[in-house]
């Protein structure tokens, strides 16, 4: 069974800019989660979404969108970058697919986002 | 303050070590609790899941939980250098969904 797979591994980007990130979550999963890793702040988490449906969602502004397509994967967007957005982005996948909850997390290695 | 609190370290001990880490919280709701190991430039990878108050032992790994006084430890016996990484503690409230809240990572390195 394949794992969480993120793309890209590394991106750099410039203030005012917007970035799209990717993620496939676990083969056959539909709940697929977004966190955010600062060295300041740890990990925090952005949102989740089941079944193309966005169904919970942390304390972020609204430049932090995201979206799920009927295959599962995921997209992730931030627009107008600002330093601060400088982080590792990671994407998780419940332990058991289905509509469980509080359930464990497998993650992916993440999308290194540095801001210029 | 944070809802979830954890000694960031360094922590740094000889190897066959027994390791103990730990995490308070604050919000009475979380149910569910879990310990990840962090390597550098990788992905959190999941050790421990447990959702009672007591023990679950996993190997070298044992997850202890107290929900009386919200307080959960990872112990881990005979550290090997290869212990060597960030250890978070994450934990969810029922209702929830997925939504894990993580304490901000003990750093240990084990030492030959």
């Known amino acids: 069974k394949a794992g969480v797979t993120q793309t890209p591994r590394y991106l750099i980007k410039t203030r005012g800019q917007q970035v799209t990130l990717s993620c496939s979550p676990i083969?056959?999963?539909?709940?697929v989660s977004w966190y955010q890793q600062t060295p300041g702040q740890g990990l925090q988490f952005l949102f989740e979404?089941?079944?193309?449906?966005?169904?919970n969602k942390g304390n972020f502004p609204g430049r932090f969108s995201g979206r799920q397509f009927s295959n599962s994967r995921s997209e992730m967007n931030v627009s107008t970058l600002e330093l601060g957005d400088s982080a590792l982005y990671l994407c998780?996948?419940?332990?058991?697919?289905?509509?469980?909850?509080?359930?464990?997390?497998?993650f992916g290695d993440g999308t290194r986002l540095s801001i210029l | 303050q944070k809802e979830v609190e954890q000694d960031p370290g360094p922590l740094s001990v000889p190897e066959g070590a027994i390791v103990s880490l730990n995490c308070t919280y604050s919000?009475?709701?979380?149910?569910?609790f879990m310990w990840y190991r962090q390597y550098s430039r990788k992905g959190p990878e999941l050790l421990m899941y447990?959702?009672?108050?007591g023990n679950k032992e996993d190997g070298r790994f044992t997850a202890q939980v107290d929900k009386s006084s919200k307080y959960i430890s990872l112990f881990i016996r005979d550290s090997q250098p290869s212990d060597s990484a960030t250890y978070l503690c994450?934990?969810?409230?029922?209702?929830?969904?997925?939504?894990?809240?993580f304490g901000t990572g003990t750093q240990l390195k084990v030492e030959l």
């Open positions: 083969s056959g999963h539909r709940s």
């Open positions: 919000n009475s709701a979380f149910q569910y």
């Open positions: 994450a934990m969810s409230e029922t209702g929830g969904g997925n939504k894990l809240t």
């Open positions: 979404y089941f079944s193309e449906t966005q169904r």
């Open positions: 998780a996948s419940p332990r058991r697919g289905g509509m469980y909850s509080n359930q464990p997390q497998h």
């Open positions: 447990t959702y009672s108050s």
